[in-house]
């Protein structure tokens, strides 16, 4: 089984904090994204990566950068934290490139910004 | 500009009735067609697929129709069960990496 762990469940920072959420896949996936969720307006692609060291811009990169400096792992970075960025995150990993790979989503963060 | 629709946010039915959930997108350059299931505190699960070469993909209780001419695709479940308590939601993509997802809609199955 696909495992996709995150490093926490809920999380509360102040506005203006540097923010890290880890996650972590034990399956050699290839691929790893980070998305977002908000009521009302679904799951929104941060940033995705396809190879070790390798990031690619999602639909909404404004205020995160991302880490893949091992293939298990990618981390997204919040580098100065706002209200606006109270959300759930959630990370996903697949096996291969390509729409048609089924993306395994880890349990989420629920972070909280002050 | 939102590329996939899912009109309806929530949707109730009884069990063992048959529930439909949709879903309209709006580039037909989408190739691929997914939904994924997710329960509260947990992230969200594939479910079933389609590519754009078919128009009816069947697995178990769960079929996805697909009219490519309407762009619109839709989810049967049946009969719906009330572990099928969940928001849905509907996924495309075009051959990259990058999928589009809907809102989602929350269904609710009535014992």
């Known amino acids: 089984d696909v495992k996709v762990t995150q490093s926490s469940r809920y999380l509360v920072k102040r506005t203006g904090e540097k923010v890290f959420l880890e996650c972590v896949q034990d399956m050699d996936h290839e691929n790893m994204f980070w998305y977002r969720q908000d009521p009302g307006l679904g799951l929104r692609l941060i940033y995705f990566?396809?190879?070790?060291?390798?990031?690619e811009k999602g639909d909404i990169p404004e205020g995160y950068s991302v880490s893949r400096e091992k293939k298990e792992r990618f981390s997204l970075i919040l580098e100065s934290a706002s209200t606006n960025q109270t959300s759930m995150y959630l990370c996903?990993?697949?096996?291969?490139?390509?729409?048609?790979?089924?993306?395994?989503f880890g349990p989420g963060t629920r972070l909280t910004v002050l | 500009d939102q590329q996939v629709k899912q009109n309806s946010p929530s949707l109730s039915v009884q069990e063992g009735r048959i529930s439909i959930l949709n879903c309209d997108y709006t580039?037909?350059?989408?190739?691929?067609f997914l939904w994924y299931k997710k329960y509260p505190a947990e992230g969200p699960t594939f479910l079933i697929s389609i590519s754009s070469i078919k128009d009816k993909n069947e697995d178990g209780r769960f079929t996805v129709f697909l009219n490519k001419s309407a762009k619109h695709l839709s989810l049967h479940i049946v009969p719906s069960q009330p572990g099928d308590s969940a928001v849905y939601f509907c996924a495309v993509g075009a051959g990259s990496y990058q999928l589009t997802f809907g809102k989602g809609t929350k269904l609710s199955v009535i014992p």
């Open positions: 996903a990993s697949s096996k291969q490139g390509g729409v048609a790979d089924t993306q395994y």
């Open positions: 990566s396809y190879d070790v060291k390798m990031k």
């Open positions: 580039n037909s350059m989408f190739d691929y």
